[in-house]
């Protein structure tokens, strides 16, 4: 009679589901183009590129597992924006020190000085020297691949491999 999963103790499971965990985690790696993954994505991203079609279901021994999609960015239409932008340091710098705004100024990283001016002028309403709203245009922009989107449903793949599910885990282990 085989054993459940169950039938170990807690460090015993542990280090069962920790050896598969980390078996599967290099085929599953959504970051590694080499990855079974990267492979089953790439195949699904071509498939979308040559007939639009954005899922598939994931079947083993012919029943649905779970689907696998690709993930496409939304289209953006062309828009303007009123930004706050510092147009002269060196007249934010001179602003700073003649109106005693240096405690403002010292809660604030220099590389962030739109952000300080934006705030500045939120709360004192006036822009300080050197500093400028600009009409700023964010270009248009077309949707794109940005990946895939795997579900399973752990209980549809345990009951698709039934009998053969301890040789299939036994196999995961081997490699």
């Not at 085989?2 to 807690?10: E, H, L």
């Not at 699904?44 to 649905?64: C, E, H, N, Q």
């Not at 690709?70 to 710098?93: P, W």
């Amino acid at each position: 009679m085989s054993k459940s999963i169950r039938d170990y103790t807690p460090m015993e499971q542990l280090a069962i589901k920790q050896a598969l965990y980390k078996t599967l985690a290099a085929d599953v790696d959504t970051k590694n183009p080499d990855s079974l993954r990267g492979y089953v994505s790439a195949d699904i991203i071509s498939r979308y590129m040559l007939t639009g079609a954005k899922s598939y279901d994931l079947r083993v021994d012919g029943m649905k597992v779970g689907t696998m999609s690709v993930t496409v960015s939304k289209e953006a239409d062309e828009r303007h924006e009123r930004r706050f932008r510092v147009a002269n340091d060196s007249a934010l710098d001179a602003w700073v020190r003649g109106e005693d705004a240096q405690q403002y100024w010292d809660a604030f990283v220099t590389s962030h000085r739109d952000v300080f001016a934006k705030w500045y002028f939120e709360c004192m309403g006036e822009l300080p020297d050197g500093c400028e709203m600009a009409d700023v245009t964010i270009p248009a922009k077309s949707s794109q691949v940005t990946g895939t989107a795997l579900r399973v449903k752990p209980e549809k793949v345990r009951e698709a491999l039934g009998a053969n599910l301890p040789t299939a885990v036994a196999g995961l282990l081997e490699g």
